[in-house]
């Protein structure tokens, strides 16, 4: 099945630095999205890109949809203790059939920001 | 309701007891997930529902695990027999239209399962 590699596995940064965090595909997506999971809670959607290329800001946040469409970065820029947390990414395929509602999941970054 | 809601949060069962676990999605939102997440991993799919429905039940480790929603709402996911494999949280998610470019996921908090 579709899987998706997400790296790095956890990052330990100084407040003020930036992050860069990324996700590769074995096969294309149509939809790429960001999450972001606090400790027990359900993820919450940070960013959501649609076409190839496209390159969407959220505040700090900052992702990109690869030209390839197998690829996917967040970058967070100017970090603050409270973007703890895991990151996942998430890609959707838009081919069709049974499979067309799911979402296939990265492994997560962990994040922890020293103050 | 405002969020998505799933109850029990946390859960404790013997092995080999059957658990059901449930969720309410948003109101008026037609596609409904069960995703399970083992300590320390990512989200693994288990099935969607569109309204009541489910195209897709692949994820469905076993078939001690079943889930079933009615009246295009409340859904429940049920696994008999739970083994210690099991503990996970379970998280439920409803968007919009199952599929359709723009509706993001809005997940619950999910079940915290522990099987002892």
């Known amino acids: 099945g579709q899987q998706l590699n997400q790296s790095p596995q956890s990052m330990f940064i100084q407040e003020g630095e930036d992050v860069s965090m990324n996700c590769t595909s074995s096969?294309?997506?149509?939809?790429w999205l960001w999450y972001k999971q606090d400790p027990g809670e359900g993820p919450v959607l940070l960013i959501a890109l649609y076409k190839a290329g496209e390159l969407t800001s959220n505040g700090r946040l900052t992702a990109q949809f690869g030209i390839t469409r197998k690829d996917s970065f967040l970058n967070i820029s100017a970090s603050i203790p409270s973007d703890v947390g895991i990151y996942f990414c998430a890609g959707r395929s838009n081919a069709g059939g049974t499979s067309y509602g799911k979402l296939t999941f990265g492994q997560g970054t962990i994040l922890t920001v020293h103050p | 309701g405002a969020g998505v809601s799933q109850s029990p949060s946390n859960k404790v069962t013997e092995k080999g007891k059957d658990v059901e676990l449930r969720c309410d999605p948003i109101?008026?939102?037609?596609?409904l997930y069960w995703y399970r997440q083992r300590l320390g991993q990512g989200l693994e799919f288990l099935i969607y529902f569109q309204g009541n429905s489910a195209p897709d039940k692949s994820g469905l480790p076993s078939d001690r695990f079943s889930a079933e929603r009615t009246g295009e709402s409340v859904s429940t996911l049920t696994i008999q027999r739970t083994q210690q494999e099991d503990s996970a949280v379970y998280l439920c998610?409803?968007?919009?239209?199952?599929?359709?470019?723009?509706?993001?996921?809005?997940f619950g908090s999910g079940t915290r399962l522990t099987v002892v």
């Open positions: 998610a409803s968007s919009l239209l199952a599929g359709a470019m723009g509706y993001g996921y809005t």
């Open positions: 109101s008026g939102h037609t596609a």
């Open positions: 096969s294309i997506f149509n939809t």
